[in-house]
């Protein structure tokens, strides 16, 4: 949680509710994935958030995303298992698009 602060610290210069629910975001994004804010896969200054979304853009992204642990397999339900997935996934990017659209357009 501390780096996810950090990070929208880092592009915005302040602390408040829009951080509290851009971090929101990075955490479900760390939970999905599995993943730190900032991993040296992704790239020299790709976050977590840019990483997934790039990742979403092929027919094969979701899967590569999902934190194996999670992944859903034969046994365990995959429909639902999937469907939570993607909720999480749009709750994270609702939280942390409007944060973005709120601080850069004010």
Known sequence: VFLAMFAEYV????V???SDIYSF??????LVTG???FE?????????AQWVRKKLQSK???????????????NR????IMTQIMLVLKVAFIAL???????HHA
């Open 11 to 14: 592009y915005t210069l302040k």
């Open 16 to 18: 408040d509710e829009k």
């Open 25 to 30: 975001g990075v955490v479900l994004l760390e």
């Open 35 to 37: 993943r730190r804010p």
């Open 40 to 48: 040296p896969e992704f790239g020299e200054a790709i976050d977590i």
């Open 60 to 74: 094969e992204g979701l899967m590569e995303v999902i934190d194996p642990r999670i992944k859903p397999d034969s």
């Open 77 to 80: 339900e995959p429909n639902v």
């Open 97 to 103: 698009l409007t944060t973005y659209a709120e601080t």
